[in-house]
């Protein structure tokens, strides 16, 4: 059967603070500027989750996207969705909250879920002209 790619886009809403404890203010904010605003600051994340495998010759399906969409619901959007990311978050609570990470962090929530014959790929854009992808290597 040939492999195909499917996608599921989702969106949340966060806060979080580029920062480092042990690094002084000063440090932090060379490094990371305004990103690192002890106030923190928000973005409008737009998450596509890629999943790629063979077609099922049953469903026709490589998964169910109404079956992706309900564990994107669950795992990312309930959890990250109108969220201070480095306080209400514990996987950010020793983890800077970059884009990066967050690509990371959401492909290890989603993973766990899914039968281990799909390729996942996660890319999360922190605006629009911004974004990481994160496909496990």
Known sequence: MPKVT?????HFNAAHRLY?????????NEVFGKCSNPNFHG?????IV????????????VYDL???????????EDSL?????????????D??????????VIYNKLKKHLPTNLKIEITLYETQR??????GE
């Open 130 to 135: 911004n974004f990481v992808s994160y496909k």
């Open 66 to 76: 109404g079956k992706l969409r309900e564990l994107i619901k669950k795992e990312v």
């Open 6 to 10: 499917v996608h599921r886009k989702a």
């Open 81 to 93: 969705d109108h969220k201070n990311l480095n306080i209400e978050v514990a996987e950010f609570k």
């Open 43 to 47: 973005h409008n994340y737009e998450l």
């Open 95 to 104: 983890l800077n909250p970059t884009a990066e990470n967050i690509s990371v």
């Open 50 to 61: 890629s999943l790629t495998g063979e077609i099922d010759q049953e469903t026709g399906f």
């Open 20 to 28: 480092r404890k042990d690094w002084s203010d000063a440090k932090n």
